[in-house]
C-alpha cells in the first residue's frame, strides 16, 4: 500500500517540474487573464495559454514519434505537425477570406501603397535580426513578426525550416496582434498633427458585384504567377473570398468563416501554445525575437503612418495619414484604431471603411513579403 502510494504521488507533475516550467506556468496565467480579463484577441490568446500551460506540467503532450517508446506521439504533437506542414495557417486564411470585404480597398486602389508602406516593418526586422546573430533563413522567418500576420508567421518558419523558432516567433506575432490597441496609437498621434488626425475624406465610391467577383481571380493571376511560392497562403485567402463574393456557394462560405475557422483556431493556438515549453523558451534568443518582434510592429506602424503624410501632401489633404497605420495585417484590430484615434481628435470623423483598404492591403502585402522570402532562399 505504501509503495502504491509512494509511487503515485512520484508521478505527480510537482516531481518533475524545473523553475522555467513554473514560470510559463505563470506567464501562461498571465495571457489568460489578458484575454478572459481584459478581452485582448481571447480567440487566440485562450488557446495559446492554455496549450502553454498544458506543455509545461505535461511536456509528453508534445513528445514526437521519434522519441516515444511505443510509437505514439502526444496529443498535441499531432496538432503541430499540422502547423509545420503549413496546412492550419493556409485554413486559416481561407477563412479570413471568407470573412473578409475587399470593396473598400477596390474602391480605393491607393490604399494598396499604404499597405505595401507597412510591409517596411518586416525588412527592418529582417536586417536587424542578422546583426543581432540570426541566420539568414531565421531572420526572414522572425522578421514576419512585423505584419502582425500569425498564420503568416507560422507558415514561414516552417517552411523555412526554421521550427526551433516556432514558438517565441508565433507567441510573438499573437501577442502584438492583440495588443494593437496599446501599441499603435501612441506612435500615431506621435507622427500626425491634430489637424491631420482631424482630417476627414470622402465617402468610398460603391464598387459592383463583378468587381468583387474578378478581385480575387485576378489578384490570384496576378501575384501567383509572380511569387509562385504564394499560392498556398494568397491563393486559400482568394478561394475563401471567392467563396463570398460568387454569392452561389453560401454553405461553403458560412463553413470557411464560421465551423472551419474556428476548429483551426483551436488546433493552431493549442499547438501554439505547446511550443512554448521552458526549455524551447525561456532562452536569450526568445527575448531577442521579442524585442525584433515589437521594433518591427513600431517601425511598420511608423512607416505606415508617414507613407500617409506623403499621401496626405500630394491629395493636398484629402488622406488622413491614420489610415497608414492600418496597413499592418491585424485585420480588422488595426482599421478599428485608426477609427478610435481619428474619433479622439474628431467624434464626428469616420474613417474606419477607409482604414480597411490598407488593411486588407496589409494582408496581401505580408503573404507576398513571406513569398520573396521563400522565392530568395528557394524554398
Given at each position: 500500500m505504501m509503495d502504491t502510494l509512494l509511487n503515485l504521488i512520484h508521478q505527480t507533475a510537482f516531481f518533475h517540474l524545473e523553475w522555467g516550467n513554473y514560470v510559463m506556468i505563470l506567464v501562461a496565467f498571465v495571457f489568460l487573464y489578458l484575454a478572459i480579463k481584459k478581452g485582448y484577441e481571447p480567440l487566440l490568446l485562450v488557446p495559446i495559454s492554455f496549450g502553454m500551460l498544458l506543455v509545461n506540467m505535461f511536456p509528453d503532450i508534445m513528445l514526437s514519434i521519434e522519441d516515444s517508446e511505443n510509437g505514439t506521439g502526444g496529443l498535441l504533437y499531432y496538432f503541430y505537425m499540422l502547423d509545420e506542414w503549413s496546412i492550419l495557417p493556409s485554413l486559416i486564411f481561407m477563412g479570413v477570406g471568407a470573412m473578409t470585404d475587399f470593396g473598400p480597398l477596390i474602391a480605393n486602389p491607393k490604399s494598396f501603397i499604404l499597405g505595401a508602406a507597412a510591409q517596411f516593418g518586416i525588412y527592418a526586422a529582417y536586417f536587424m535580426a542578422i546583426l543581432m546573430g540570426f541566420s539568414d533563413k531565421a531572420a526572414a522567418a522572425i522578421s514576419i513578426i512585423g505584419g502582425a500576420?500569425?498564420?503568416?508567421?507560422?507558415?514561414?518558419?516552417?517552411?523555412?525550416?526554421?521550427?526551433?523558432?516556432?514558438?517565441?516567433?508565433?507567441?510573438?506575432?499573437?501577442?502584438?496582434?492583440?495588443?494593437?490597441?496599446?501599441?499603435?496609437?501612441?506612435?500615431?498621434?506621435?507622427l500626425t498633427t491634430e489637424e491631420e488626425r482631424k482630417i476627414k475624406m470622402e465617402q468610398l465610391?460603391?464598387?459592383?458585384?463583378?468587381?468583387?467577383?474578378?478581385?480575387?481571380?485576378?489578384?490570384?493571376?496576378?501575384?501567383?504567377?509572380?511569387?509562385?511560392?504564394?499560392?498556398?497562403?494568397?491563393g486559400m485567402l482568394m478561394l475563401g473570398n471567392l467563396f463570398r463574393e460568387s454569392g452561389v456557394v453560401k454553405q461553403l462560405t458560412e463553413t470557411a468563416s464560421n465551423a472551419l475557422m474556428y476548429i483551426v483556431v483551436i488546433l493552431l493556438g493549442t499547438?501554439?501554445?505547446?511550443?512554448?515549453?521552458?526549455?524551447?523558451?525561456?532562452?536569450?534568443?526568445?527575448?531577442?525575437?521579442?524585442?525584433?518582434?515589437?521594433?518591427?510592429?513600431?517601425?511598420?506602424?511608423?512607416?505606415?503612418?508617414?507613407?500617409?503624410?506623403?499621401?496626405?501632401?500630394?491629395?493636398?489633404?484629402?488622406?488622413?495619414?491614420?489610415?497608414?497605420?492600418?496597413?499592418?495585417?491585424?485585420?480588422?484590430?488595426?482599421?478599428?484604431?485608426?477609427?478610435?484615434?481619428?474619433?479622439?481628435?474628431?467624434?464626428?470623423?469616420?474613417?474606419?471603411?477607409?482604414?480597411?483598404?490598407?488593411?486588407?492591403?496589409?494582408?496581401?502585402?505580408?503573404?507576398?513579403?513571406?513569398?520573396a522570402f521563400m522565392a530568395i532562399f528557394g524554398v
Open positions: 500576420d500569425g498564420p503568416t508567421s507560422i507558415f514561414l518558419c516552417g517552411k523555412l525550416g526554421q521550427t526551433e523558432y516556432m514558438g517565441p516567433i508565433a507567441v510573438a506575432a499573437y501577442s502584438y496582434m492583440s495588443l494593437v490597441p496599446i501599441i499603435q496609437p501612441p506612435i500615431m498621434k506621435a465610391r460603391p464598387v459592383s458585384k463583378l468587381e468583387k467577383i474578378l478581385f480575387p481571380i485576378v489578384v490570384t493571376v496576378v501575384v501567383v504567377m509572380i511569387l509562385p511560392t504564394t499560392a498556398p497562403l494568397v499547438s501554439v501554445g505547446a511550443t512554448t515549453s521552458a526549455q524551447a523558451f525561456l532562452r536569450l534568443d526568445t527575448l531577442k525575437i521579442v524585442a525584433l518582434g515589437l521594433i518591427a510592429f513600431a517601425f511598420g506602424t511608423a512607416s505606415g503612418v508617414i507613407f500617409g503624410k506623403i499621401m496626405c501632401k500630394v491629395t493636398h489633404g484629402k488622406v488622413n495619414p491614420l489610415i497608414g497605420s492600418a496597413g499592418v495585417s491585424a485585420v480588422p484590430m488595426a482599421a478599428r484604431v485608426s477609427q478610435k484615434v481619428g474619433a479622439e481628435a474628431d467624434p464626428t470623423n469616420f474613417l474606419l471603411m477607409h482604414a480597411m483598404g490598407p488593411n486588407v492591403a496589409g494582408v496581401i502585402g505580408t503573404a507576398v513579403a513571406a513569398g
